[in-house]
C-alpha cells in the first residue's frame, strides 16, 4: 500500500509515537545512504543517477518493546519492513526495493549479560561486531567468528545471513555458534526459540529464522556461544604446485578432523592479489595455517598438518608469511584492496563436496574467463571454510572496464552470476555459503529448491500473510 498525504503523516505519527520523534528519520540524503548495503547493482545503480526506490522513514528502536509496536503498526498499514544492522551485506539484503520503512537496529546495542560459566553471552542484535570483541577480549573471551566485515556488521547481521568468520573450519559458522534468539514477528508477536539449540523437542525453529535475512521476523535478542581465548596460536604458510595438490591435502586435514582454525587455500590469481605482501616474494598456489588452543597440544596439532601437506608435494615457508597474513588478514576486505564500482565484480563463492570441488572450480574459471574474454574478464579463487565433506569456494570475477549504460551493465553482471550459479548447482554446489541471498540471488531459489521452494513460500505466508518483511530477497515477492 502506498501512503501519501494525511495518511503518510498518520502512520509517521504512529511511529513517533512507538520510538520518539527523533528516532524517525526523513531527511533524504540519510534516507539515500541506508536505502543500499554493499550489493555492487546498488552502487552502479546509484552511481548512474538512477532512480533507488527509498523507505519513507528510517525508524530507529532502542527495544524488543519498540520494535513490537513498530511492527504491529506497519502491519496495520500493510507496509514493508526492511531490518538493517550495519548494512555489510553484499546481496542487497538491506536494500529497500518498495519504499516502507527501514528498521534501523544499530540502536539495539546493549550486552544484556554473560554467563561465565557456561559461555554463553546474550545481547541485542544492533552491537558492532568489532565494539563486541574488543569488550569480550578484555575478560579472555572471544566470540570466534571473526568476519573481515567485523568493522561494519552487526551481531543480528551475523545470523540474518548465516555468515561464516576466518576460523570456521575449527569454531563453525555463526549459526552454529547461535544458542537462542528472541524474534518479533510481522504482527509485533514476540517469539522466543527453545533457549538450547540441541533437542528432541520437535522441530528446531531457531534455525528456521537464522538465515532468513529479515523475511520472517525481527531478530531482538541473542543468546550465542563464547570460546577462551587460546594459548596459543601457530601459524605456517606452505606452497603448492596445483590446486589440485592443496585440495588434497585439505580433504585429509578434514578427514582425519584434524581441524585448523584456519586453513585458507589461494590458487595463483588470489595470491598474486591477497599474498602480495607477506615479507617474501609468494606467488602460485599457498595455504595459509592457523592452528590454535593448549601450546603442547597446537604444536602436535601442527605438525599433524604440515606433515599432511609435505606429503601431498607442500613446500614449508614458514611461520612468517602466516602471521602477516593474521595481522593484516582484514586489509583485503578495506579500500585501496577491497574491490569497488566503477570495477564490475562478484563473489560467486558456494559450497560443494570433495568429490566436486576442483571440476567446480575449472568449470568456473574457464566459463569466465573465455565467455568474457571480450570484457578481459578475469576470475579467481580461494577455498577458506572447510568441513569433514567438503569446502567452500571464495571466488570472484573481475572486469574493469563494464559497460558505462547502466541497464547494459546491470544486465552482463546478473549474465555472470546466473552462469556461475548454474555451474555451481550443476556441480552439487549451492547458491551461496555465507553471503547470503538477498534480492541478488532471490530469482534463483526456486531452481535450488526445485517444488521444496512452495513449503518455504507456504511458511513465509503463514508468518508474514501480508508479505511486509523485506519483501524481494530470498524470491519472496510482495502480496
Known amino acids: 500500500m502506498k501512503l501519501v498525504g494525511y495518511a503518510l503523516e498518520m502512520f509517521r505519527s504512529e511511529l513517533e509515537d512507538a520510538v520518539g520523534f527523533e528516532n524517525v528519520l526523513s531527511v533524504e540524503d540519510k534516507r539515500k545512504e541506508l536505502s543500499v548495503d554493499q550489493y555492487w547493482l546498488t552502487h552502479m545503480w ?29 502491519n496495520s498499514y500493510k507496509v514493508p519492513v526492511v531490518p538493517r544492522g550495519g548494512g555489510s551485506g553484499t546481496q542487497g539484503g538491506a536494500a529497500t526495493m518498495y519504499g516502507g520503512i527501514l528498521l534501523d537496529l544499530t540502536r539495539m546495542d546493549q550486552i544484556i549479560g554473560i554467563d561465565e560459566e557456561s559461555l554463553i553471552l546474550t545481547a541485542q542484535p544492533g552491537i558492532n561486531g568489532r565494539v563486541l570483541e574488543d569488550y569480550l577480549n578484555t575478560k579472555g573471551y572471544m ?10 556488521a552487526t ?63 525481527v531478530i531482538t535478542k541473542v543468546s550465542i556461544r563464547l570460546d577462551p581465548i587460546p594459548e596459543a596460536r601457530l601459524f605456517r604458510m606452505i606452497k603448492f604446485s596445483t590446486v589440485r595438490e592443496g585440495l588434497e591435502a585439505g580433504r585429509q586435514i578434514m578427514v582425519n578432523r584434524l581441524n585448523p582454525a584456519v586453513m585458507r587455500l589461494y590458487d595463483p590469481g588470489s595470491t598474486k592479489r591477497s599474498l602480495r605482501d607477506t615479507g617474501q616474494e609468494v606467488e602460485g598456489v599457498n595455504m595459509v595455517l592457523m592452528v590454535d588452543g593448549f601450546r603442547e597440544m597446537a604444536e602436535i596439532h601442527m605438525k599433524k598438518v604440515v606433515d599432511i601437506c609435505l606429503a601431498n608435494g607442500g613446500k614449508d615457508l614458514g611461520e612468517g608469511p602466516g602471521v602477516y597474513w593474521w595481522e593484516h588478514r582484514y586489509d583485503f576486505y578495506k579500500p585501496p584492496l577491497q574491490p569497488a564500482y566503477p570495477l564490475l565484480y562478484g563473489t560467486v563463492e558456494t559450497i560443494t563436496t570433495y568429490a566436486n570441488i576442483q571440476k567446480l572450480y ?95 513460500l507456504d511458511i513465509k505466508k503463514m508468518i508474514d500473510p501480508k508479505g511486509i518483511m523485506n519483501p524481494g530477497k530470498l524470491g519472496f515477492g510482495i502480496w
Open 46 to 74: 546509484k552511481e548512474k543517477g538512477q532512480e533507488i526506490p527509498l523507505p519513507y522513514f528510517i525508524v530507529r528502536p532502542y527495544t524488543t518493546e519498540e520494535t513490537s509496536k513498530v511492527m504491529k503498526i506497519c
Open 143 to 152: 566470540l570466534a567468528h571473526y568476519p573481515s566485515s567485523v568493522d561494519i
Open 155 to 217: 551481531l543480528g547481521g551475523y545470523l540474518a545471513a548465516r555468515g561464516s568468520g576466518v576460523m570456521s573450519t575449527k569454531y563453525g559458522k555463526a549459526e552454529d555458534m547461535v544458542l537462542s534468539i528472541e524474534v518479533v514477528l510481522p504482527d509485533g508477536k514476540v517469539i522466543n526459540t527453545l533457549p538450547l539449540p540441541n533437542h528432541a523437542c520437535g522441530p528446531g525453529m531457531l534455525q528456521l529464522f537464522v538465515g532468513s535475512e529479515g523475511t520472517l521476523g
Open 362 to 456: 575449472e568449470a568456473k574459471k574457464q566459463t569466465i574467463e573465455q565467455k568474457y574474454k571480450e570484457w578481459d574478464a578475469k576470475y579467481m579463487a580461494h577455498f577458506s571454510h572447510w568441513y569433514p565433506w567438503g569446502t567452500m569456494i571464495y571466488d570472484r570475477f573481475y572486469i574493469d572496464n563494464p559497460p558505462e549504460d547502466p541497464q547494459e551493465a546491470f544486465r552482463l553482471h546478473n549474465e555472470i552470476w546466473a552462469e556461475c550459479s548454474r555451474i555451481n548447482m550443476e556441480n552439487g554446489a549451492l547458491l551461496n555459503e555465507h553471503h547470503g541471498i538477498g534480492f541478488k540471488l532471490g530469482w534463483l531459489m526456486r531452481e535450488q529448491y526445485g517444488d521444496a521452494y512452495d513449503v518455504l
